[in-house]
């Protein structure tokens, strides 16, 4: 268990060339023959190039969310200022682009 556990800290020819055990050399023959898999390769990359999308797209959502989000607070934000002005809801709809029904819940917030 030890070789195997060294061999995964450095996987080279050099530590297999120090096992003793059969099984730590097996599996670096099988990790070399994969490694040199060209077939293998092409797997790989076209894995990590889909994975890269992935997380390019999920960074993207992330941040559109976060645009979302920003502009909503901004608008709720310029919704309480009217409103403690006295502001005509209609105006403050067409302004801050928030429904009605979110200026009206709004209202109620500040009238208590």
Known sequence: MLEFLAY???STDDTVKHAKENL???IHKRVQEVKNDISMEVKFMTLLERDREKIEEGIEKG???GRVE???EKALRVAEKM???GD???DIVDI???PMEKVLELKKKYQN
Request: hydrophobic share 30%; aromatic share 0%; net charge neutral.
């Open 24 to 26: 730590v050399k097996r």
């Open 83 to 85: 409103l403690s002005r």
């Open 96 to 98: 801050t682009e928030l």
């Open 70 to 72: 920003g502009s909503t």
């Open 8 to 10: 995964i800290e450095a």
């Open 63 to 65: 941040r559109e969310e």
């Open 88 to 90: 005509k809801l209609e």
